[in-house]
């Protein structure tokens, strides 16, 4: 899909490009291109932009750090805009606000360093801080929601917003920020020792590579937790690791990650994530549902 810079106004314009490919720009490294990406370079920008594509009728994908994105071969027909201009951080005593387009794994240094104790929970998870409350990241230690204290995001009619956390319905691996936009947040955390913070956020990330595939291209879990299960030891189960689908691979050390062994597309994924579904379905009578976001959206079954 071609789309013009001119559906934009002209401020905006030095900060987008056409057909830029989205494969690098995801941990995947899978997928087309996007017809357009802008990069704001303020919380302006981002409302403008939001106007633009409303009063144009063109779809607006937002993207974080593409940690969890399965992106399709024929790439975005829309507007996608990339926080990454956006990531300012600051501390101040316990309360931590930081850009959408800020590290998460930056954020948590600075939670350490500056004794804000409780996102260390969030090592190890790849992405943005943006992408973190879109999705309500987390583990067994934590999750994002624990230390929101408010979020500023650009609504779906778009305006600027300042939403308290009781505005804000944060499920799991999901929340009503997705609708949005988000540009900054307003954390806060508990008191702790810089050092200790520091090795805690240690422990967490080695557990992490000890049991999940982070020397290869991923977007993380594929496919979420059904309730009191894990949906890696179903598959392990099922006998599914290290079964593929061209370049696509069930990675053989956790059995809820797919792998793209190099040249995976995202048909692959997608079949592959259908295989997968069948047999535990067939094993264990579960219906595994994806974790990852694909773009444009589509079932793997579809
Ligand atoms: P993206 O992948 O860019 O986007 C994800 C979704 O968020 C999309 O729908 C996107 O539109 C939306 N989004 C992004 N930014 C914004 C914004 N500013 N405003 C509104 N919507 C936005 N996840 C976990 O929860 N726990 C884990 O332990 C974990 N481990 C992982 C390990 C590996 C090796 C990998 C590759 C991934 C892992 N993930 C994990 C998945 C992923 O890192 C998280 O979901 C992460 O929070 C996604 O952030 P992102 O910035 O990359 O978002
Ligand atoms: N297991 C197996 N075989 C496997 C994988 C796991 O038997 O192939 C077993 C493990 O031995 C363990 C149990 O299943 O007994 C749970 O596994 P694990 O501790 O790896 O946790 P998980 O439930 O698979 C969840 C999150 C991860 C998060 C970890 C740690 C989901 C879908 N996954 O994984 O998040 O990092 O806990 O907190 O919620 C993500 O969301 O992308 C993600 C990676």
Partial sequence: MN???NLLPPRLRPLARAGVPLAPLTTFRIGGAAALLVEPASLR??????AACRASGVPLFVLGGGSNLLVSDEGVPGVVVSLARLKKIQVIGSHVIAQAGANLATLVTRCSQAGVAGPQALAGIPGTVGGALAMNAGGRHGEIADWVERVI???PRGELESLYREEIAFGYRSSTLREGVVVEAWLHGGVGEPAELAARARTILQEKLAAQPYSEFSAGCAFQNPKGMSA???IDLAGCKGLGVGGAQVSTMHGNFIVNTGSATASQVLELMRVVQER???AH???LEPEVR???ACAPAA
């Fill in 153 to 155: 995001w650009v609504n």
């Fill in 45 to 50: 920008d981002v409302s403008d932009l939001l």
């Fill in 3 to 5: 789309l013009s810079l």
């Fill in 280 to 282: 535990v379905q067939a």
């Fill in 294 to 296: 694909i773009w444009p």
């Fill in 285 to 287: 009578g579960v219906r």
């Fill in 232 to 234: 890696g030891r179903l």
